[in-house]
């Protein structure tokens, strides 16, 4: 189904003006594009919880490292408005780099110490790339929701820590990770995978689920569900490299010792060109 495409940042402001002044409440939907089943998902929750739905698709480079894959990052707008339509989206922001970044911006959003745990490690950059333009689309698309996956669990910490601080007015929805049948859950990077990384990339989810039995079983110490999990992923995933598995508080993001109480299962994998990501948050 056809889907408004909207290019400039005054265009997309008198849009939701417009949808506002006729009571509408707003959901807003921020992808990077390549749209997969987990990105619909996210379409799909704000249809039902929102009365106008603007999914945003912005590659945003600045939160990528200069050895990162901006370049190569996946690129198919075409069938990206095309599933957006189909879903039901009323509109889609769709900015170049120049829009987002007409000058040398002096601002950055930066979100303290979890922004530094887990993926800040390996990627120092990213989160104050990712707040920058999550507060630059909140202010140009204000919406009443805004739709995240699991999938980034750090991501959606960060995020509504920075949505609290600065007292934006959205409420941060989390909607469940969506996986391939196998396990392995959805990216737009798991195209980088060759077939024989691909059958070694459930290995991820594997390690996270015999974590969760583990723990479910008999609360062992964090360390020793950590070593489990590392011993399966080399198992099943000889070619993958670790960048981390880490057991975590789901707030602070602080290492755990032991897990009797709420925890964040999480892990990052090298895997040829792709840098998969993963968690299990269990309450
Ligand atoms: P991205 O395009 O990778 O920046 O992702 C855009 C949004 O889709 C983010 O909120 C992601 O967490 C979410 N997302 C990506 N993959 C999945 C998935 N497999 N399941 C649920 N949400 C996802």
Redesign the pocket.
């Known amino acids: 189904a056809f889907v408004k495409v909207i290019k400039t940042i005054q265009a997309m402001r008198s849009d939701v003006r417009a949808a506002r002044a006729g009571g509408k409440t707003v959901g807003v939907?921020?992808?990077?594009?390549?749209?997969?089943?987990?990105?619909v998902?996210?379409i799909d929750a704000a249809r039902r919880a929102c009365d106008y739905v603007v999914v945003t698709i912005f590659v945003n480079p600045t939160q990528f490292a200069p050895t990162e894959d901006l370049g190569a990052y996946p690129r198919t707008l075409e069938a990206d408005l095309g599933a957006c339509g189909d879903h039901g989206a009323d509109a889609t922001f769709v900015p170049d780099a120049d829009e987002m970044y007409p000058t040398d911006a002096m601002t950055e959003i930066h979100v303290r110490t979890i922004s530094e745990r887990l993926c800040g490690r390996d990627r120092p950059v990213h989160f104050g790339g990712v707040c920058t333009v999550v507060a630059k689309l909140f202010n140009i698309v204000p919406a009443d929701k805004a739709?995240?996956?699991?999938?980034?669990f750090q991501?959606?910490v960060v995020v509504k820590r920075m949505v609290a601080d600065l007292n934006f007015p959205v409420e941060i929805v989390v909607?469940?990770?969506?996986?391939e049948a196998d396990g392995l859950?959805?990216?737009?990077r798991n195209v980088y995978l060759t077939p024989a990384q691909r059958r070694q990339a459930p290995a991820l989810y594997g390690a996270l689920q015999r974590g969760r039995d583990l723990i479910a079983r008999s609360h062992p110490p964090a360390e020793q569900v950590a070593q489990a999990m590392r011993r399966h992923l080399a198992a099943d995933a000889p070619d993958g490299q670790i960048d981390y598995v880490a057991i975590v508080n789901p707030s602070t993001l602080e290492n755990v010792e032991s897990t009797d109480g709420p925890v964040a299962m999480a892990l990052a994998v090298r895997l040829g060109r792709a840098r998969l990501i993963d968690n299990v948050v269990i309450e």
């Not at 939907?29 to 990105?39: N, S, Y």
């Not at 739709?147 to 980034?152: A, T, V």
């Not at 859950?185 to 737009?188: G, V």
């Open positions: 939907v921020p992808t990077m594009g390549a749209l997969h089943a987990g990105h998902s996210l739709f995240f996956g699991q999938k980034d991501q959606t909607c469940p990770t969506v996986r859950a959805m990216s737009s």
